[in-house]
């Protein structure tokens, strides 16, 4: 099956910086690499996603890119805040997804 | 609009004990998932339901049973608790066809077995 990585476990930045999470995986019939945002507590919400036949993707400050010569994909937050402080996992598959095991944001104020 | 729904949010179990847990989702999709979530390893999907009337084993199975009752409902069964299955429960649901990408969580269920 398929195998997710994702670096790093955490991640402190301070607000306005940039934030970069990286995932890699096995599979290379791997075509589907959504990403989540678990606040502490609450449920992962799907924020973007990203499909093998597309390089990039961008939604306002969020955004993802893809490596399938590579197998790895990452997700790039611009003028990061407070409330991006959260845990962030990156999942990727065909027909069923695989998490990784989670980034922890932390925003300075 | 509810979205997806788990019931209950909290749990106490002896070993041994067998229960349910409840999900259902108002948003007429076709496919709903179960994860179990422990800490530094992310969420790892259980069962899951392509459409009604079909159900499939993922990455841990083992100890537990699913139905899906209707298009609505999809249940996780622990039939004798372990400790090892002291985690956070969440159901989901999704409507992007054969992709197997859930989509909406519920408020997940947190289960702990003595």
């Known amino acids: 099956g398929e195998n997710v990585e994702q670096h790093p476990s955490t991640l402190s930045v301070q607000e306005g910086d940039s934030a970069v999470i990286k995932c890699t995986y096995s599979?290379?019939?791997?075509?589907?690499f959504p990403w989540y945002k678990q606040e502490l507590g609450k449920r992962p919400q799907l924020i973007i996603d990203?499909?093998?036949?597309?390089g990039e993707k961008k939604d306002q400050r969020i955004a993802v890119t893809l490596n399938k010569t590579a197998k790895h994909f990452s997700l790039h937050i611009t003028e990061t805040q407070p409330e991006d402080s959260a845990v962030y996992f990156c999942?990727?598959?065909?027909?069923?997804?695989?998490f990784g095991t989670g980034t922890k944001l932390q925003v300075i104020p | 609009n509810a979205g997806v729904t788990q019931t209950p949010k909290f749990q106490v179990l002896k070993t041994g004990q067998s229960m349910t847990l409840q999900c259902a989702q108002d948003m007429n999709h076709n496919s709903m998932y179960w994860y179990r979530q422990d800490p530094g390893m992310g969420l790892r999907l259980i069962y899951y339901?392509?459409?009604?009337?079909?159900?499939d084993k993922g990455e841990v199975p083992n100890g537990y049973n699913v139905s899906r009752l209707n298009k609505r409902e999809f249940s996780l069964r622990l039939e004798s608790a372990a400790p090892s299955q002291t985690s956070v429960y969440f159901c989901?649901?999704?409507?992007?066809?054969?992709?197997?990408?859930?989509?909406?969580f519920g408020d997940g269920t947190r289960l702990s077995i003595l």
């Open positions: 339901s392509a459409s009604e009337g079909t159900t």
């Open positions: 599979d290379s019939a791997s075509n589907y």
């Open positions: 990203i499909r093998s036949n597309v």
């Open positions: 989901a649901s999704s409507d992007l066809g054969g992709q197997g990408v859930p989509q909406h």
């Open positions: 999942a990727g598959g065909y027909q069923k997804v695989t």
